[in-house]
Nanobody, 115 residues
Framework: QVQLVESGGGLVQAGGSLRLSCAAS????????MGWYRQAPGKQRELVAG???????NYADSAKGRFTISRDNAKDLLYLQMNSLKPEDTARYYC?????????WGQGTQVTVSS
């Protein structure tokens, strides 16, 4: 079982940037798929960005061109660099990893973007 701990959220003005980090309690070298999801109040959790073990990435349309997902397998860290933030990016952001077909989640980190 893996524990995921997110950090880096906060309050930022529109147009600003944040970098989220997710620390894993185990080596992520062999974790095929990891990602960042977000959930705003009253809305379903949605995928923001995903990354495979080989570095292949995918993004939600809302994140393309503004967000960058990356992973550091040596440090067991997953990142989400978020630029040009908008008020509609306000949500709780969750780190996700699929291990042996099962999803694992962190507790989330709150991102609030003011207009």
């Amino acid at each position: 079982q893996v524990q995921l701990v997110e950090s880096g959220g906060g309050l930022v003005q529109a147009g600003g940037s944040l970098r989220l980090s997710c620390a894993a309690s185990m080596s992520i070298f062999s974790i095929r798929n990891m990602g960042w999801y977000r959930q705003a109040p009253g809305k379903q959790r949605e995928l923001v960005a995903g990354i495979g073990s080989g570095g292949v990435t995918n993004y939600a349309d809302s994140a393309k061109g503004r967000f960058t997902i990356s992973r550091d397998n040596a440090k067991d860290l997953l990142y989400l660099q978020m630029n040009s933030l908008k008020p509609e990016d306000t949500a709780r952001y969750y780190c996700n990893a699929y291990i042996r077909g099962l999803p694992y989640w962190g507790q989330g980190t709150q991102v609030t973007v003011s207009s």
